[in-house]
């Protein structure tokens, strides 16, 4: 049973980066999404970046240019690189991965999730 667990959260200033990882007990398989997701308090879950078994990226609109994901396969390991947080950005940041389809972006669909990782800015 595949089991993700993430890692790299914390408190930081506005205008800081941090840099999440999520450690997979397996391989994600051949064809696969795994993404990014976040939820603030009083929020629905909504989907940060995601990456595909072909390596395509996709990313939210009102974070693209302050995020990168990426993806090491040898060690079964998905990022999420944040920069210029602002505190919108405070909540929990989960990942996930599941079977390939179109939009790895939506959080339906998925079948693991991770635990989540707390990030916190301050202004």
């Known amino acids: 049973l595949q089991q993700l667990v993430e890692s790299g959260g914390g408190s930081v200033q506005a205008g800081g980066s941090l840099r999440l990882s999520c450690r997979a007990s397996?391989?994600?398989?051949?064809?696969?999404?795994a993404g990014w997701f976040r939820q603030a308090p009083g929020k629905e879950r909504e989907g940060v970046a995601s990456?595909?078994?072909?390596?395509?990226?996709n990313y939210a609109d009102s974070r693209m240019g302050r995020i990168s994901v990426s993806e090491d396969n040898a060690k079964n390991t998905l990022f999420l690189q944040l920069n210029s947080l602002e505190p919108e950005d405070t909540a929990i940041y989960y990942c996930?991965?599941?079977?390939?389809?179109?939009?790895?972006?939506?959080?339906?669909?998925?079948?693991?999730w991770g635990q989540g990782t707390q990030v916190t800015v301050s202004s």
């Open positions: 996930a991965a599941g079977p390939w389809r179109t939009d790895c972006l939506r959080p339906a669909g998925y079948k693991y």
């Open positions: 397996e391989s994600f398989g051949r064809t696969y999404c």
């Open positions: 990456i595909d078994s072909l390596g395509r990226t």
